[in-house]
Antibody
Framework: QVQLQQWGAGLLKPSETLSLTCAVY????????WSWIRQPPGKGLEWIGE???????NYNPSLKSRVTISVDTSKNQFSLKLSSVTAADTAVYYC????????????????????WGKGTTVTVSS | SSELTQDPAVSVALGQTVRITCQGD??????ASWYQQKPGQAPVLVIY???NRPSGIPDRFSGSSSGNTASLTITGAQAEDEADYYC????????????FGGGTKLTVL
């Protein structure tokens, strides 16, 4: 049973850098996309970005200039850095495992996030 | 980039059937996946692919797709199904970004 355990600083001041790490336990690190998602208070889910085991990344265009996602395969961990935070970055941040493949049988792509971390509340306040 | 559109709120009487929909251009090439989120908890995958349920998800949850619309159906809704439901997929407009619907608040009456 794959589990994700995440941690990082929960209180930041404006202009600081958010830093979170997610460790993967109990499963393969390769063959998946390792994702970060956030949820501002009372709002919906927002995809931040992802990385695969080889270090290839995709980022949400609205956050791309401030986001860096990295991977440490020796520890089965991946990390998120978000620079120059403001109050608008206050949210619960989740890490998740995603799978993505083409089904030739149905001629459709599959994409889903099947394992999630418990979330880390990050508050940005002066 | 593509967007996924969901109705903000839906209600269902206890034991009845409810359908939650998700619309978007990406759904013409991607199956939507569906997540249930209860207050203070992380989202949980309930449906993925054509109509696949992860282990532990009750069989009253099912999924379907037609054109640019995906649907999550709960047959015989239970009180514990009251939650927010989100759909998601990759953006199919030539880029690998991931999109979420705005979420649907399901109330079980």
């Amino acid at each position: 049973q794959v589990q994700l355990q995440q941690w990082g600083a929960g209180l930041l001041k404006p202009s600081e850098t958010l830093s979170l790490t997610c460790a993967v336990y109990g499963g393969s690190f390769s063959g998946y996309y390792w994702s970060w998602i956030r949820q501002p208070p009372g709002k919906g889910l927002e995809w931040i970005g992802e990385i695969n085991h080889s270090g290839s990344t995709n980022y949400n265009p609205s956050l791309k200039s401030r986001v860096t996602i990295s991977v440490d395969t020796s520890k089965n961990q991946f990390s998120l850095k978000l620079s120059s935070v403001t109050a608008a970055d206050t949210a619960v941040y989740y890490c998740a495992r995603a799978d993505d493949f083409w089904s030739g049988y149905s001629s459709y792509y599959y994409y889903y996030m099947d394992v999630w971390g418990k979330g880390t509340t990050v508050t940005v306040s002066s | 980039s593509s967007e996924l559109t969901q109705d903000p709120a839906v209600s269902v009487a206890l034991g009845q059937t409810v359908r939650i929909t998700c619309q978007g251009d990406s759904l013409r090439s991607y199956y939507a996946s569906w997540y249930q989120q209860k207050p203070g908890q992380a989202p949980v995958l309930v449906i993925y692919g054509k109509n696949n349920r992860p282990s532990g998800i009750p069989d009253r949850f099912s999924g379907s797709s037609s054109g640019n619309t995906a649907s999550l159906t709960i047959t015989g809704a239970q009180a514990e199904d009251e939650a927010d439901y989100y759909c998601n997929s990759r953006d199919s407009s030539g880029n690998p970004h991931v999109v979420f619907g705005g979420g649907t608040k399901l109330t079980v009456l």
